[in-house]
């Protein structure tokens, strides 16, 4: 292997085959010396901006206890995930507002059971706050799609210089073939 990389005098071998394997070979380094520096800090910037968009969840959002105003009788469809299903509830938000609502509650849920739920600071229902755990999932997950643009990177470069160098290379190939078949079709028919 490593002597078909190897630059030699082999007549049949073009200039181009050996810029080529150059390209190549750097395209390689260039790619294992990128994708760690890439990976670290795509994963530092998607865990700070994860980070301050927890914290900033965290000091928006509040937990309020619910009561269901109604039993929950809805029935589960197979195509959920979940076994949670909607409820008339109440709640009082940080400010001391009542409101009223769907909430979500485990299936046959009776009246008056009570639930914790995030609301905002308008007392209005939404999403639990990013937990730590998908915080540093988002770094992992910045960091292995920053290696995989990076090999992608690599790759297209690969392609389009084994493109640019093929087209060169049959051309070459075309402008000796000329000059060849002179030589070799001297026969009349």
């Known amino acids: 292997m490593l002597r078909r990389l190897w630059p030699d005098r082999n007549p049949l071998r073009r200039t181009t085959d050996r810029l080529e394997t150059c390209l190549v070979a750097g395209l390689f380094v260039a790619a294992a010396a ?6 670290a800090a795509a994963s530092h910037v998607a865990y700070a901006s994860a980070l301050r ?7 928006a959002r509040h937990q309020a206890r619910a009561v269901l105003t109604e039993p929950a009788n809805a029935p589960i469809s197979s195509y959920t995930v979940t076994a949670l299903v909607p409820a008339r509830g109440t709640w ?6 009542r409101h009223s609502g769907q909430v979500l509650v485990p299936a046959g849920s009776p009246k008056g059971t009570a639930i914790m739920v995030w609301t905002d600071n308008t007392g209005q229902l939404t999403s639990p706050p990013l937990k730590p755990s998908q915080v540093s999932g ?5 960091a ?4 995989a643009g990076v090999v992608a990177a690599c790759l297209c470069a690969t392609a389009v210089a084994r493109y640019v160098l093929n087209k060169r290379r049959m051309a070459a190939w075309d402008a ?11 026969q009349r028919w």
């Open 34 to 39: 990128a994708a760690p520096v890439a990976a």
């Open 53 to 59: 968009a927890e914290q900033a969840q965290l000091a």
């Open 92 to 97: 009082t938000s940080a400010s001391g507002a």
């Open 138 to 142: 988002q770094g992992k997950l910045a």
């Open 144 to 147: 292995v799609g920053a290696v």
């Open 176 to 186: 000796d073939w000329i000059v060849t078949a002179q030589a070799w079709n001297r």
